[in-house]
Each structure stands twice: as C-alpha cells, then as structure tokens.
C-alpha cells in the first residue's frame, strides 16, 4: 500500500519545457481523442444506415452502439501493455505509437467499403478497426496526463495536468462541429454516400501535427530517474498487486461517474431526443456550447484542486452529477433550447469537468514512480471499459425495452455514479498541498533523489514514521 512519501527535491522542470510538454499533451490527447469520438458521432447519425441498412432503425441504432463499445473493451488490454512499456521504456516512446494506432484505425474507417458493396464484411473490418482503435487508445489518455504531472511543480500540479483534460472535450467539439456542419449543407443521400467519410479522412491532418508536436518532447525526468532504482527491475504490475491493491480498485470505482456521464450527455441524449422527436441538430448546437463552457471549467477546477484537495472537487461533482441525471431527460423532452443548453452545462462544465479535472493529477499520485504509467492505465482503462464501454448499449437496449421511458436509463445512470460516490468515500486525498507538502505515493523529483531502500513505500522501506498516516 502507498504512504506519505517523503519531502524530495525538487528541481523544477524549466518554464519553456514544462509548456511544450503540456501543448504536447493536449494536442496528442486531442488527436487521440478525436480519432475515438467521431466514431461515437458517426454512430448516432449515419452507421445504422450505412452497415447495417437492412435491420429496424433502433435495432440499427443498437447494433451501430455495439460496434462503438468494441473499441473500449480493447482499452483494458491497450492499457497493460502500454502501461508496461511506459514503466519500462519510457512514456514519450509509448505514447507515440499509442497517437500512430489510432490515427491510422480512423483514417482507414474513412476508407471502408460500406454495406451496399460488400455486405456484412463491412462490419467485421469495422469492428476490427475499432479494436485497433481501442488497443491505441488505452495507453493515450493516462500517459498524457502522466507526462504532464511529472514535470509540474507539486503545489501546481493539479492545474498543470487539468490541461491535458482539455484534449477529450476539445476533441469531442471539433467532430461534432463537423457533423453539424456536414448535416446542414448535404443532403440526407449525400451524407450517407460520402459526407460522413469527411472528418474521418480529416484525422490524418491531425494526427501529423499531434506527431510532430509529441516527438519534440523530453522524456519523464522522473522515469528517468526511477529507471535506475531496484525497483524498476520489478514488474510494475506485480508491484501493484502487491503494494498498491486498494488504489487500484477504488481507483476504478471512482472512474465510473465521469466515464458514465460524458457519453451520457454528448451521445445518448442526443439518441433520446430523436426518439423524442426533437430536432437532433439543436440538441447537437446545445452540446457544442456546453463543451466550450467545460474548456474553460477544467483548468479553473484543476486549479481548485490544489487548494482544497483532489477528492473533495471529485465527490462533489459526482453528487451534482446525480442530482442532474432527472432533469437531464426532462430537459430534452421540453424542446427548449436555452433548457437543454443550461442543464448541459451544468452537467458537463461542472459535472464531468468537476470529476475529469482532478483525474489527470490524482490518478498519477496514487502510485509509486516505477508502476505509475501501469497503475493509471489500469484504473482508467478497466474503469472506462465497464462505465463506458457498453454505456449506449445498454442506454439504448433500456429506452427499447422501457418503450421509450427513461426510467430504467436513468436507474443505470445513477447506479454507476452512485459507485463512485461510495468509492471516493473511502479514497485517499493525495494533493501535496493537503498533505503538508508530502506526496502520498513515493515521487522521485531528479535524478539526486533516486529511489531507495530508506524512501518510504519502496521495496523492503520501513513504515512511515510515527504520526504519518498510510494509505
């Protein structure tokens, strides 16, 4: 189990670096990310008719959610690997390959055949890209946010690494502004022939630059030192097994509230309007606004975490997030634009932002240096994969079987948000500035301070002193 590591040096990563490593990682998690949620889009609008045309359109609907949820139940696989490539060989090289993985998977969707001219093969490929896609992306997200965390100064830690959460949401708005944009200038028949291939083909430019950007960045100076310890001869997730067990599960617990709400928000709801009969693209303009008002939130919370602590923004956002899950559909049901704009925001600049800002600081202090890459794929991957993977899925299969009542959705909802609630109850808070200035898991700051068998939480260390608690 983790402790209250001691107070290293620190030797502060310079001005010009620690802003290149942060543009780095955004802009790979957005390239990352945009690569991921387009498909999510495409899937509400156009797949159910393009590979599955000859099924009921909800059970085309369904099936096209399916092929979405493939994708995230090859995370969990992505994320051990990359983990221990990231623990082992270094987090710039992991994250490089994870950005080529899934840029290519989504630069290929643009390129498949569709139903009309191969038939149900053009699922399977489908679903084979997803799967690539997934295994990219569940190295991506933790390790972006790692890289950033190692090389902020502790008392702004929390403030640094929320940049890197910019990168979901930012890359959320660019392929929903593009289908809003596709879906108002084309036809229905020429979005379905070719509009909908458009920013999937867009993702090549995107992926090139995030390339570039992420090349240009030095390794971890905290791998780097941390490579040359003992420790860092272990095998990171035998080392977790063993010291690290209740991190990582409530850890993933926690993960549950924000994995479940943004596909929540941003897809489902705008499934639900349709079947509603509200006008989708409203809805859509709704989600833009909403996603531009979480841009600015998560670095002002990210902030916040700082000065209050990591769990208290977290467990706050969840319960907001619980008391929204109601209203949500009642929003929708309304047709009101200025309605659904507001519980949008309430719901994603508050809600997910409140619980997705603190990820990128908490889930790296969690774990010691030489599993930490491992430790935060682990939670996030495995976390997303169970509250967000079969999300729509099941959303939609309820709002079928309920006959188009939300209340079975919405029982689903809060359940997984009422998981993490309970989890955060019980986890650690780990902001240095909380803590006295100690770091609750041990965080090696240069290569002067390595790892050693008299630094609290290494292999064999004492206890912590008298007085300091353990995780």
């Known amino acids: 189990m983790s402790g209250l590591d ?42 159910n008719k393009v590979f599955f045309p000859e099924v009921d359109p909800a059970v085309g609907t369904l099936a096209a959610f399916s092929t979405y949820a493939v994708g995230f139940f090859a995370r969990p696989l992505g994320g051990l690997v990359w983990g221990v490539v990231g623990d082992r060989i270094g987090r710039k090289r992991a994250l490089v390959f994870t950005l080529l993985l899934t840029g290519l998977g989504t630069f290929a969707v643009g390129l498949l055949p569709t139903y009309d001219e191969i038939g149900i093969w053009a699922a399977v490929i489908l679903v084979l890209v997803r799967l690539v896609q997934g295994f990219g992306v569940g190295g991506e997200q933790g390790g972006a946010a790692l890289l950033t965390a190692e090389a902020a100064p502790p008392g702004r830690r929390g403030f640094y690494a929320s940049f890197v959460q910019l990168g979901s949401p930012a890359a959320y708005l660019i392929p929903t502004g593009l289908f809003a944009l596709l879906t108002s200038q084309l036809s229905d028949d020429a979005f379905l022939a070719w509009g909908w291939r458009i920013p999937f083909l867009l993702s090549a430019l995107v992926v090139i630059f995030g390339l570039v950007i992420r090349l240009r960045v030095s390794e971890s100076a905290t791998f780097q030192a941390a490579r040359k310890t003992q420790a860092a001869r272990t095998s990171p997730l035998k080392l977790l097994m063993r010291d690290n067990r209740r991190e990582i599960v409530g850890g993933l617990f926690t993960k549950f509230v924000e994995a479940a709400v943004f596909p929540f928000y941003t897809v489902f709801l705008v499934t639900y309007a349709k079947d509603q009969g509200v006008d989708t693209g409203m809805v859509l303009n709704a989600v833009l606004i909403a996603v531009g008002a979480e841009l600015v939130a998560i670095p002002l919370l990210g902030r916040l975490t700082d000065r209050v602590g990591r769990r208290p923004v977290y467990l706050a956002a969840a319960v907001l997030n619980l008391i929204l899950v109601v209203p949500a559909f009642r929003a929708i049901q309304t047709g009101n634009m200025a309605v659904i704009v507001l519980l949008l ?14 990820q990128a600081s908490y889930f790296p202090e969690l774990f010691p240096s030489t599993a930490r890459y491992s430790g935060i794929s682990i939670v996030w991957q495995f976390g997303s994969m169970i509250a967000s ?66 630094t609290p939480d290494a292999p064999g260390a004492p206890d912590a002193p008298v007085g300091v608690a353990r995780g």
């Open 389 to 454: 993977g079969p999300f729509t899925v099941v959303a939609a299969a309820l709002l079928l079987a309920g006959d188009g009542s939300y209340g079975w959705v919405a029982l689903y909802v809060a359940a997984l948000i009422a998981v993490s609630i309970v989890a955060l109850c019980f986890m650690p808070e780990t902001a240095p500035g909380r803590l006295g200035g100690r770091e609750y898991a041990h965080w090696p700051h240069d290569s002067a301070a390595p790892y050693s068998e008299d």
């Open 345 to 358: 925001i309430a719901g994603l600049a508050l809600g997910h932002a409140g619980s997705y800002a603190p």
């Open 6 to 47: 001691r107070v290293s040096p620190v030797v502060a990563t310079p001005r010009k670096e620690l802003r290149r490593i942060v543009g780095a990682s955004v802009i790979g998690t957005v390239a990352e990310y945009y690569d991921f949620f387009i498909y999510g889009t495409a899937s509400a609008l156009a797949f």
